[in-house]
């Protein structure tokens, strides 16, 4: 009996998911009874087969299911439905910005509505596509990667939402955006903000990570500011000690060595820099500054040769030559 009653609900289910809006429970008697519904649940679940229409790229199927859904319940759908319907079929189209734009236009006006969730998910899908590469024609005329348009999408999703689920993909979507086109000090500010926003937890955990790897791909040499660089040691200092196991998981001990080694040659040039100039005392200064904070690097392998050369003897100037020839 209990394999029959088994079978019987896998039927149950089969069926209520072949009626689409009729929903179906098994009574006490073994028969099959009509679940009712809300007004509200059969409203939404008609949003629903007009979303799978868009999603199929089936304009007219969707623009005939709206207008079912307006004949049989004309009160339950108002003027955010005419709005969301609109920006639907705008979509369905390959019209993304002008979508975007009315749904946008439908959560100004109608920021209460049921169909905000929907006209938001909406909108995330157009700024990932965005983000992705997409283009948009700008002036009629020309195409440009909508990369900037995606940002913005993102970003208003993220204002409307506050700290929400949504909010928080579509942060994600933007600072990811700026790590796969390089664009470190944007990433690093968007992680920052990420990390006031969401502190604890799995997206706290990763927005230090992401800070700590910005700042450290931003730095570009041993001939520009090392403040970057300190900033992204201090960061993964911070997240070793907070998140142990993960950061041996990742390596984040070679990785401060690494950045050790960065800093290491970077000192060491500024003493290079004093030897040529004439500044030995100076450069002995920096030679003796690598070999105390970092012993046992390259640099200050390389430090302790440069002082143990005899420091080279002093040119007479042009001018005192030729003054003591004519002396002598």
Request: hydrophobic share 40%.
């Given at each position: 009996m209990r394999y029959v009653a088994i079978v019987l609900v896998g039927l149950v289910l089969a069926a209520s998911a072949a009626i689409g809006a009729e929903v179906y429970r098994l009574g006490e008697g073994g028969e099959l009874e009509?679940?009712?519904q809300s007004e509200e649940e059969q409203y939404l679940l008609r949003v629903?087969?007009?979303?799978?229409?868009?999603?199929?790229?089936?304009?007219?199927?969707?623009?005939?299911?709206?207008?079912?859904?307006?004949?049989?319940?004309?009160?339950?759908?108002?003027?955010?439905?005419?709005?969301?319907?609109?920006?639907?079929?705008?979509?369905?189209?390959?019209?993304?910005?002008?979508?975007?734009?009315?749904?946008?236009?439908?959560?100004?006006?109608?920021?209460?509505?049921?169909?905000?969730?929907?006209?938001?998910?909406?909108?995330?899908?157009i700024g990932t596509d965005y983000l992705g590469g997409r283009k948009k024609r700008v002036l009629k005329i020309f195409k440009v990667r909508g990369y900037a348009e995606g940002v913005r999408i993102m970003e208003k999703i993220s204002d409307r939402a506050g700290t929400g689920e949504i909010s928080q993909r579509a942060a994600v979507a933007v600072v990811r955006h700026y790590e796969r086109r390089g664009k470190w000090e944007d990433a690093y500010l968007k992680w920052s903000e990420i990390s006031t926003l969401w502190p604890l937890g799995d997206l706290g955990r990763e927005s230090l990570l992401g800070m700590a790897r910005a700042k450290y791909a931003a730095y570009k040499g041993s001939e520009y500011d090392t403040s970057g660089i300190v900033s992204a040691k201090s960061y993964y200092e911070n997240f070793?000690?907070?998140?142990?196991?993960?950061?041996?998981?990742?390596?984040?001990?070679?990785?401060?060595?690494?950045?050790?080694?960065?800093?290491?040659?970077?000192?060491?040039?500024?003493?290079?820099?004093?030897?040529?100039?004439?500044?030995?005392?100076?450069?002995?200064?920096?030679?003796?500054?690598?070999?105390?904070?970092?012993?046992?690097?390259?640099?200050?392998?390389a430090a302790r040769e440069e002082m143990a050369k005899p420091e080279p003897k002093k040119k007479e100037d042009t001018w005192l030559k030729k003054l003591k020839r004519l002396v002598l």
């Open positions: 009509q679940v009712g629903a087969e007009v979303k799978r229409f868009v999603n199929e790229g089936n304009a007219k199927a969707a623009k005939e299911a709206a207008e079912q859904l307006k004949e049989e319940r004309p009160g339950a759908a108002g003027e955010d439905f005419d709005a969301y319907i609109e920006a639907e079929l705008l979509l369905c189209k390959g019209k993304l910005t002008k979508a975007a734009r009315r749904y946008d236009k439908l959560l100004d006006d109608e920021p209460e509505s049921g169909l905000r969730d929907a006209a938001m998910e909406r909108l995330f899908e070793r000690l907070r998140y142990s196991d993960e950061a041996g998981e990742i390596g984040v001990d070679r990785i401060i060595e690494e950045i050790d080694a960065k800093l290491a040659v970077k000192e060491l040039d500024t003493a290079r820099y004093y030897a040529r100039t004439g500044g030995r005392e100076a450069a002995n200064m920096y030679y003796q500054m690598v070999i105390d904070k970092w012993p046992v690097s390259e640099a200050a392998a």
